[in-house]
């Protein structure tokens, strides 16, 4: 198997980024700005319910991040990490 690439919502922090003039059909007097950065996930890892992994992040193979963690720096392989922001708490193998 390979690392996965996948992709992790995000916007522009400056209001004048993130919010343009509406197009033609917008319901809203304005239209926001999205985009999606890559995450990586390594082989075998296991993402619970409601996790969060933020753009530009790699999960490493064989991790777990539990379920509601969010992700807010690279997972190195083989850690269970938890918590918001999540941490390593500790090996697949302790």
């Known amino acids: ?13 400056r209001p004048e980024d ?13 239209s926001v700005v999205n985009y999606a950065l890559p995450i990586t996930v390594g082989d075998y890892a296991w993402i619970g319910a409601g996790a969060m992994i ?5 999960i490493g193979d064989c991790a777990v991040i539990a379920t509601g963690a969010v992700v807010t720096k690279d997972v190195a392989p083989r850690m269970i990490v938890t918590g918001n922001p999540a941490r390593e708490i500790r090996s697949v193998d302790d």
Request: charged letters at 25%; zero cysteines; proline letters at 16%.
């Open 1 to 13: 198997m390979r690392h996965r690439r996948h992709r992790s919502d995000t916007h522009p922090v």
């Open 54 to 58: 933020l753009p530009g992040f790699t």
């Open 18 to 30: 993130r919010f343009q003039p509406p197009t033609e059909g917008d319901t809203l007097p304005f």
